[in-house]
């Protein structure tokens, strides 16, 4: 069990670094399109550049790491990231808004291999324990809510172009992640394991609790990304200056990570479904809090309210997946999962943009609302399949 603790422990710091990575282009992306896109309804493009270079990398990484194994891996991924920062800051430095979209998509390729700490976590716990690596090593992204912001206010102008010292740090935080991967002790696949595929992905899709956790996980976070990616832009249309933008996200991301030090355990104490149901509400309730006004305070307790109901959504879906495939399955199940995640978030960040700047940020919420029905429903029923079964088992 202590060799358990000190890789989550190990993988939660690699996750602060990359949320510290991430919630600083999300402070930044944005804006820095806005300042260089040729037409403004193009701004978030550099964020949906970022998400399709996940969306494009998930699934090849996560077959990648089944041959070569985690730690190699992950290290592959971050060296990505490196290139990618190095790519947006000359892009910055050019002003040149093409290119930073190419090295957003480039950096992308780094999270779509970081996304799996929480699944490296999980597959060396025991099964009583798996929830709680899950969700410890997602409560490693609550530093980066902290420096994230802190890092782009202290470097947005710090030298050069505006946004390229801010790009420059990312790869301050993407050393530090390669030290602490260097320490990192999971053992590489053995040959039966390299070469074992058990289930076809379709039969293994098909199952109810599948389909249910891949919904939870690629809308949750299709919809967290949908209403954070246009809000620096919503708030600067509405007057607000950069820090309280900046303020903002650092709040929804803290409300991302905070909990996950209680969601392995209420996932024990409750099951997962009454989490993801209350995922949903808190979701619901972001939407009606910033529908209620424009204020810095409603951006505040809209983007909290979203990034809680995120946690349980996105922790509660990777739980219930890991329940659905066996070990030498895990590769293309977890790819399948992440890649639908990177694929909504695509699609979000770029409608995101598109809205927020042509009708504004009220039907940017509206739009969400059909969203989260349909995970809401998706839970329901199959909770009822659930029932079913165990009454046929009776």
Known sequence: MNSTRRTVAILAACQA???????????????????LAPVKALATLPVTCWVVGGALSTMQS???????????????????????????????????????????????????????????????????????????????????????????????DL????????????????????????????????????SASGRPLAQIAAQPKFIVAVAAGAIGYGVMNFLMTSTPIAMSVCGHPYGDAAFVISAHVIAMFAPSFVTGALVKRVGVLPLLVTGVLLNLAAICIALEGVAV???????????????????????????????????KAQGANDSAIFIMMAISSLTSGLIVTSAGWEKVNYAALPLVAVVGVAVIWLAFQMRTERRAAA
């Open 297 to 331: 305070a409603n951006f505040w307790w809209s983007l909290v309210t979203l990034g809680v109901g995120w946690n349980f959504l996105y922790i509660g879906g990777t739980a219930l997946l890991t329940e659905t495939y066996r070990p030498e399955e895990r590769a």
């Open 62 to 156: 996560s077959l990648y790491m089944k041959r070569v194994g985690r730690k190699r891996g992950f290290m592959t991924g971050t060296l990505v990231g490196v290139a990618g920062a190095l790519v947006c800051a000359m892009a910055i430095w050019l002003q040149s808004f093409w290119l930073l979209c190419f090295g957003t998509l480039v950096f992308g390729v780094y999270n779509g291999f970081a996304q799996y700490y929480r699944f490296a976590a999980a597959d060396a716990a025991p099964p009583d324990y798996k929830a709680t690596a899950i969700s410890l090593v997602l409560a490693g992204g609550l530093v980066g809510g902290i420096l994230g912001p802190s890092v782009s206010r202290f470097t947005i």
């Open 17 to 35: 670094m990359l949320m510290t990575n991430n919630a600083t282009l999300i402070a930044i992306n944005g804006l820095a399109g806005l300042a």
């Open 159 to 194: 030298a050069g172009p505006k946004f390229m010292s801010a790009y420059l740090a990312l790869i301050v935080f993407s050393l530090v992640t390669l030290a602490l991967l260097a320490r990192l002790k999971i053992p590489n696949p053995t040959e039966s394991e390299r």
